[in-house]
């Protein structure tokens, strides 16, 4: 049998970069839909990996979302991350998977930990409290990748991107922090709202990476030779921003020209997030995408998909 590559999640922020990176050399991975295949159905999965054994799989489905997100739906930002990383890396195991990326977030590190973060940190202290849910369930399928590839010798590797944003983002309360605070800002603009108010202080630090660097970097993992020693790999850009900053070059992409103002009412999350991306950058991989063309490609890119499906 040929090798299969298997795309779960396929249509979102990660996974459409994938898809493209992937189309574009002439590969035709394999794909679900939800109504297809839901991936929190295990005997559902397990049918599926039965059927069409991939080699290869990138695990990049899930429930995803900012603080907001997080604190109106813990239950279903826990129990589907759980069920969806459970589900597909046990029959991926079971059937022949030879190489999965596993992406977790950053958000399961401690709250308060030595920056810029490395791998090493990860059970120094509990996650910050406003993702908790969400990262929780990051740290269980980081786990149990990491026990698949130490008990069994599957090449499953778990890598933590920096904040992502792009194409295919959830452009509503819903999405990344990018993601919904465009949506918010687009219509600030369009109402010519004179204030535009972002949650908390203003104050916390930021990572971005574009969508498509990230998909670089996990294409040249999963086309390695051998993966690398590290059971966990950061894919960061190395650029840090406070959030008050980020509304401000959103500002630009976006055209908006009112007042930005904090509201310090509202939960900031963790003080600062910048990953040690060294180990990456070590295999030859580099972000290509700057933080104000990215934004700028984003907007353009909501202002032609986007607008059909905002709120």
């Excluded at 035709?28 to 929190?40: I, K």
């Excluded at 698949?148 to 890598?159: A, N, S, Y």
């Excluded at 020693?229 to 630009?252: K, N, P, Y």
Aim: proline content about 7%; hydrophobic content about 40%.
């Amino acid at each position: 049998m040929s090798s299969l590559t298997y795309v779960a999640g396929h249509t979102g922020l990660i996974g459409s970069a994938v898809m493209d990176l992937l189309v574009r050399r002439g590969e035709t991975p394999l794909t679900a839909s939800r109504t297809e295949l839901h991936l929190t159905d295990q005997q559902a999965v397990e049918e599926f990996f039965r059927a069409h054994r991939p080699e290869r799989v990138y695990l990049l489905a899930g429930r995803v979302g900012g603080i907001k997100a997080n604190s109106t739906k813990p239950v279903e930002f826990f129990s589907e991350n759980v069920l969806i990383a459970t589900n597909v890396m046990l029959s991926a195991a079971l059937y022949g998977t030879r190489r999965l990326i596993f992406p977790a977030s950053a958000c399961m590190y401690p709250k308060q930990c030595p920056q810029p973060i490395t791998p090493a940190a990860l059970w120094s202290g509990p996650p910050e409290e406003s993702s908790l849910p969400f990262a929780t369930a990051k740290l269980a399928g980081c786990m149990l990748a990491q026990s698949l590839r130490r008990q069994h010798e599957l090449e499953f590797l778990t890598v933590v991107p920096a904040t992502c944003y792009g194409p295919g983002d959830r452009f509503s309360d819903e999405g990344h922090v990018v993601g919904s605070m465009m949506a918010r800002m687009h219509r600030a603009k369009e109402r010519s709202d004179a204030e535009f108010v972002i949650w908390g202080s203003g104050q916390p630090r930021r990572e971005f990476i574009y969508s498509t660097d990230v998909a670089r970097a996990m294409l040249q993992l999963m086309d390695a030779e051998s993966l690398p020693s590290d059971e966990i790999i950061h894919i960061g850009s190395g650029e840090e921003v406070s959030m008050l900053e980020l509304a401000q070059r959103m500002a630009e992409a976006v055209g908006y020209r009112g007042q930005i103002r904090c509201d310090a009412s509202r939960p900031d999350g963790m003080p600062r997030r910048l990953l040690d991306s060294g180990p990456m950058r070590k295999l030859g991989w580099k972000p290509e995408v700057p933080l104000a063309q990215g934004l700028k490609l984003a907007y353009d890119w909501y202002c032609r998909h986007g607008l059909e499906a905002a709120p």
